[in-house]
């Protein structure tokens, strides 16, 4: 089945950039979806289709996808920004969703 | 408002069985396809099962095939998932999710209920 590949964790300093990253074979074929998991909490949707966002969520999160790696970025970083972060994929062979292991994102 | 509101976990002995529930409502749940996802404790998201809008189709993780079975009544706007012959592995947060009717991510999650598989 597909697999889909993270950094177990990132470390950024407040007001800079974050770039979590999810590998995948020709990950750029298919549309990539990206959830924020706050400790405690349900997930939360915040890039679908590899970078629109839902309404409601800030333009500092942005997201590309392009050959076999997608990518998440958050820019001008906060500390309510830490949070694990997921990626998700529709596996079109076993026609069910995947998801990547998660990445701990860490405000110094 | 999508509104999802998972019920039923608890601690179970290995072998044993669990219904759980989700409660939806701030949408027309009749038309749109339902899933359950798991996180163990400490780990990540694993998707576990989905259910086409009427329920004449399901599908199921390789993990929990021939153990777990999910259903829903349109008519209660309810979300089922009945686990027999549970196993410590089964031992997770259980969340009932939404997904978009025409993209493929999850949109709506519930806060999820515990499972607890031990002796």
């Known amino acids: 089945s597909y697999a889909l590949t993270q950094p177990p964790s990132v470390s950024v300093a407040p007001g800079e950039t974050a770039r979590i990253t999810c590998e995948g074979t020709?990950?750029?074929?298919?549309?990539v979806h990206w959830y924020q998991q706050k400790s405690g909490q349900a997930p939360v949707l915040v890039v679908h289709?590899?970078?629109a966002r839902p309404s409601g969520i800030p333009e500092r999160f942005s997201g590309s996808n392009s050959g076999n790696t997608a990518a998440l970025t958050i820019s001008r970083v906060a500390a309510g920004d830490e949070a694990d972060y997921y990626c998700?994929?529709?596996?079109?062979?076993?026609?069910?969703?995947?998801f990547g292991g998660g990445t701990k994102l860490t405000v110094l | 408002e999508v509104q999802l509101v998972e019920s039923g976990g608890g601690l179970v002995q290995p072998g044993g069985s669990l219904r759980l529930s989700c409660a939806a409502s701030?949408?027309?749940?009749?038309?749109?396809?339902m899933h359950w996802v798991r996180q163990a404790p400490q780990k990540g998201l694993i998707w576990v099962s989905r259910?086409?809008?009427?329920?004449?189709?399901?599908t199921y993780a390789d993990s929990v095939r021939g153990r777990f079975t999910i259903s829903r009544d349109n008519s209660k706007s309810m979300l089922y998932l009945e686990m027999n012959s549970l196993r410590a592995e089964d031992t997770a947060l259980y969340y009932c999710?939404?997904?978009?009717?025409?993209?493929?991510?999850?949109?709506?999650w519930g806060q999820g209920t515990m499972v607890t598989v031990a002796s």
């Open positions: 999710a939404k997904v978009h009717v025409a993209r493929g991510d999850f949109d709506g």
């Open positions: 701030g949408f027309t749940f009749s038309s749109y396809w």
């Open positions: 259910i086409n809008v009427d329920g004449s189709s399901t």
């Open positions: 020709n990950i750029g074929s298919k549309s």
């Open positions: 289709d590899d970078s």
């Open positions: 998700q994929v529709w596996d079109s062979n076993t026609d069910h969703p995947v």
